[in-house]
T-cell receptor
Framework: AQSVAQPEDQVNVAEGNPLTVKCTYS??????LFWYVQYPNRGLQFLLK??????LVKGSYGFEAEFNKSQTSFHLKKPSALVSDSALYFC?????????????FGSGTRLSIRP | KAGVTQTPRYLIKTRGQQVTLSCSPI?????VSWYQQTPGQGLQFLFE???????NKGNFPGRFSGRQFSNSRSEMNVSTLELGDSALYLC?????????????FGPGTRLTVL
């Protein structure tokens, strides 16, 4: 069965510093990995995804994520944090199956950027 | 292109009642998925519809049901509401719902059961 873990409930970073939000996954086949962000009282917004190819994936708002197959990780990163990045971040995974549109989400990590 | 829209945005019901939530996908998207978000359980998959057929289903009781119309719009119904059904219900659409498709989410419907 596929699963995804976000080991940190909260990450606190000072504005201008680099940030990392961690995600590890478990799937039986090739993983398809996604990052979403949720602002208060809003739905989820797509940030980026890894399907195949380069291990470093670039996404919206200056975010990027690094796929590491040996460590089964897909950590979200940004070189310089902004206060406006404060939000709830979800990692998600799908197993390889052309008919499976079910996404498994992590528990979420609350990112807090202090001025 | 307009995003995923959900109506209503907020809903208050009492135990035992039933409720219907609506979702209009992005134009051209044929797959619609529904998720329940609660503080305790996080985001959980309810079901997915494609071409008016339920293609995938999560682990929810039969009180939760849905359907999809020929224009890809989808509705979700919850009968005999329980207090634990209070949640944010999110709808997501994608082109055809394959594993590589990106799902785009609506703003959600906040359901409160009293």
């Amino acid at each position: 069965a596929q699963s995804v873990a976000q080991p940190e409930d909260q990450v606190n970073v000072a504005e201008g510093n680099p940030l990392t939000v961690k995600c590890t996954y478990s799937v039986s086949g090739n993983p398809y990995l996604f990052w979403y962000v949720q602002y208060p009282n809003r739905g989820l917004q797509f940030l980026l995804k890894y399907i195949t190819g380069d291990n470093l994936v670039k996404g919206s708002y200056g975010f990027e994520a690094e796929f590491n197959k040996s460590q089964t990780s897909f950590h979200l990163k940004k070189p310089s944090a902004l206060v406006s990045d404060s939000a709830l971040y979800f990692c998600a995974v799908r197993d390889f199956d052309s008919s499976a549109s079910k996404i498994i989400f992590g528990s979420g990590t609350r990112l807090s950027i202090r001025p | 292109k307009a995003g995923v829209t959900q109506t209503p945005r907020y809903l208050i019901k009492t135990r035992g009642q039933q409720v219907t939530l609506s979702c209009s996908p992005i134009s051209g998207h044929r797959s619609v998925s529904w998720y329940q978000q609660t503080p305790g359980q996080g985001l959980q998959f309810l079901f997915e519809y494609f071409s008016e057929t339920q293609r995938n289903k999560g682990n929810f009781p039969g009180r939760f049901s849905g359907r999809q119309f020929s224009n890809s719009r989808s509705e979700m119904n919850v009968s005999t509401l329980e207090l634990g059904d209070s949640a944010l219900y999110l709808c997501a659409s994608s082109l055809v719902g394959t594993s590589t498709d990106t799902q785009y989410f609506g703003p959600g419907t906040r359901l409160t059961v009293l």
